[in-house]
C-alpha cells in the first residue's frame, strides 16, 4: 500500500503569504482610504472655517461700511439745512423786523415765504426767549401764535441748545449785543440740530438764534428769538438721501421690525426717545463667498490639487473685488456723489495739511458761489439743476492747474484750493477766466439752455490767515463782498483791505 504524500510546508506557506499579503494590501488601501478622507474631511473643514470667518468679515466690513455712509448722508442733510437756515437767521433785516419789533407782513410774506420757497424746508417755527410759539409755518401756510411750549417737550431742548451756543459766543454792544465772529463760523457749527417729532411726523431739524450779520444792527437784552426748521423724513427725504447711496430698498420704519438680510440704523430723538429706524437690504458679500465655497467642498474628492488652485484664486479674486468695494466707498466718502468733486470732509483734510506746510508753501484759497442758479431750478426744475452743477464742476477743473483742488461743499457753493499759488496776476486771470467760462451757456435739458454766473471771494494764505477759520472768513467775507458789489465777479481779500478784480458780462 503506498502511503498518502502529505502536503508540502511551502505550499502552505505560499497560501499563508498569499493571505496575508492581500490582508496587508487590504489594510493598506484601506489606511490610503481613511488617510485620504481625513485629508479631505481636514481640508474640506479647513475650507468651510475659512470661507464662515471671510464671510463674516466681509460682511460686517460692508455693514459698517453702509452705516458710515448713510452717518454721512445725514450729517450732509443737516448742513444744507442749516446753511439754508444761516442766509435768513444772520441777517440785519430779520434781527429789526423779528427781535426788536414783530412786523407780522415780514414774517408771513419774506421770512417764511422764503425758506419755503426758495430752500424747500417743510416746516419752520419761532420760538421767543419765553419759550412761546411767536409764529409756525407749515411749508407756505404761516399763522401766528402764543403757545408755551413745555420743558419736557425735544423742541424745548433744542432751542434751549441753540440759546446755550448763542450765549458761548455773545458780545456785548452799546444797543444791545451781536454773536462775535460770526464769518467765522461754517452753517453746522451756527446751529444744534438733531431728529424731533412735530405734528406727528419724525423730522431733520435744525435751530439757530437770529442774530445781525454785519453789525449794524444790535439784538435787545436777554435771549434771542430762536429759527427752528425742520424737513420731514418722508418718501422725498429717503429719495434724496438714496441718490447718494444707492441703497436696496431704503426705508424708514417708526415700530416695525426689519426682516434678517436688512441692515438697521437707529435715531433717536434730541432727549433720547427712540424715534425708530432706517433699513435696507444689506449688500453683502459673504453670502458670495459661502456660495462659492460650498461646491467646491462637494467636489474636493475627486479634484483635490485643482480645488486648492481653484480656491486660491476665487478667494484672490474675492479679495480683490472687496479692495475695489472698499476702494469705492472710500471714494464715495470723500467726494460729491453728484458732481465728482472732493466733498467737505476731503477739502477739509488737504486745508489742514495746506496749513502745516505754511509758510514755505503758500496757498490761496477761492470760495466761490453760483448766480441766478435758483433761477435754473425753478424754470427749468432740479433736475436741469443737476445737470448745471455737472457742467460747472467740469469747468472748474478744466481752469484749474492740475495741482489744484476743486471741491463743492454745498448745493450751489465750490471752493479752489490752489497749492504753491501766491502770485496776483496769475490768479487773477485764473478768476478771470472761471468766471468767463461759467458765463456762456449751459445745456440744460432738451435744447434749453441755463444762464448762470460765478461770484469769487480770494484768500491768501498766509497773509489772510494761518488757520481754517481765519482763512475760511477771509474768502468768505471776500465772497459775500463780491455779491454784494452785482455779483459775477472776483474779490480779493487782504489782510489791512480788499483789492477787486471784475469781470463785468
Not at 317 to 340: C, I, V, W
Not at 384 to 405: N, T
Request: proline share 4%.
Amino acid at each position: 500500500m503506498t502511503p498518502k504524500k502529505p502536503i508540502s510546508a511551502p505550499r502552505m506557506q505560499s497560501r499563508h503569504s498569499d493571505t496575508a499579503g492581500k490582508s496587508a494590501k487590504g489594510y493598506i488601501a484601506r489606511l490610503a482610504f481613511l488617510l485620504t478622507s481625513l485629508l479631505i474631511v481636514l481640508a474640506s473643514l479647513s475650507l468651510v472655517f475659512t470661507g464662515r470667518i471671510a464671510s463674516r468679515e466681509a460682511d460686517r466690513q460692508a455693514s459698517a461700511n453702509q452705516l458710515l455712509l448713510l452717518d454721512l448722508a445725514l450729517e450732509n442733510q443737516f448742513s444744507l439745512l442749516a446753511r439754508d437756515q444761516l442766509s435768513l437767521a444772520r441777517w440785519d433785516v430779520s434781527v429789526m423786523k423779528i427781535s426788536r419789533t414783530l412786523d407780522r407782513n415780514f414774517i408771513a410774506n419774506e421770512f417764511m415765504d422764503s425758506l419755503w420757497y426758495d430752500f424747500g424746508i417743510d416746516q419752520n417755527l419761532l420760538i421767543g426767549p419765553d419759550n412761546t410759539v411767536i409764529a409756525e409755518a407749515y411749508r407756505e401756510d404761516v399763522k401766528f401764535t402764543s403757545q408755551q411750549i413745555a420743558t419736557t417737550e425735544p423742541l424745548y431742548r433744542l432751542a434751549e441748545q441753540a440759546r446755550k451756543d448763542f450765549s458761548r459766543r455773545k458780545e456785548a454792544l452799546s444797543a444791545g449785543h451781536r454773536q462775535k465772529d460770526f464769518a467765522s463760523f461754517s452753517p453746522p457749527a451756527a446751529a444744534t440740530h438733531g431728529f424731533i417729532v412735530l405734528d406727528g411726523q419724525v423730522a431733520l431739524a435744525s435751530a439757530m438764534a437770529i442774530v445781525p450779520d454785519d453789525g449794524n444792527a444790535a439784538l435787545p437784552p436777554g435771549d434771542p428769538v430762536i429759527l427752528v426748521s425742520a424737513i420731514h423724513l418722508n418718501h422725498k427725504l429717503l429719495a434724496g438721501l438714496n441718490d447718494q447711496l444707492s441703497f436696496t430698498d431704503l426705508r424708514f420704519h417708526l415700530h416695525s421690525s426689519a426682516a434678517s438680510n436688512q441692515l438697521l440704523h437707529r435715531i433717536v430723538s434730541v432727549d433720547g426717545a427712540a424715534l425708530g429706524h432706517f433699513s435696507w437690504t444689506a449688500a453683502m458679500p459673504g453670502q458670495q463667498i459661502w456660495y462659492t465655497i460650498i461646491p467646491v467642498i462637494g467636489l474636493l474628492g475627486a479634484f483635490l490639487a485643482l480645488v486648492a488652485f481653484a480656491i486660491s484664486w476665487k478667494i484672490g479674486k474675492l479679495t480683490t473685488s472687496l479692495a475695489t468695494s472698499e476702494r469705492r466707498n472710500l471714494f464715495l466718502a470723500m467726494h460729491d456723489p453728484l458732481s465728482g468733486l472732493a466733498n467737505r470732509l476731503q477739502f477739509n483734510r488737504v486745508l489742514d495739511v495746506s496749513l502745516e506746510n505754511l509758510p514755505d508753501h503758500p496757498f490761496t484759497l477761492v470760495h466761490c458761489d453760483l448766480d441766478r442758479f435758483k433761477a435754473v431750478n425753478d424754470t427749468l426744475g432740479h433736475a436741469a439743476g443737476d445737470v448745471v452743477i455737472q457742467a460747472v464742476a467740469k469747468r472748474l477743473s478744466d481752469a484749474v492747474p492740475s495741482s489744484a483742488l476743486v471741491g463743492r461743499i454745498g448745493g450751489d457753493e465750490f471752493v479752489i484750493l490752489l497749492q504753491d499759488c501766491a502770485d496776483s496776476p496769475e490768479i487773477e486771470n485764473l478768476a478771470l477766466k472761471i468766471i468767463a467760462d461759467i458765463h456762456r451757456p449751459i445745456d440744460a435739458s432738451n435744447g434749453k439752455l441755463a444762464h448762470i454766473g460765478i461770484s469769487l471771494g480770494i484768500a491768501g494764505a498766509p497773509e489772510c490767515g494761518t488757520t481754517a477759520e481765519t482763512i475760511m472768513a477771509a474768502a468768505d467775507a471776500a465772497l459775500y463782498q463780491a455779491k454784494e458789489m452785482g455779483r459775477n465777479r472776483a474779490v480779493f481779500a487782504e489782510k489791512n483791505n480788499h483789492s477787486t478784480t471784475e469781470q463785468r458780462i
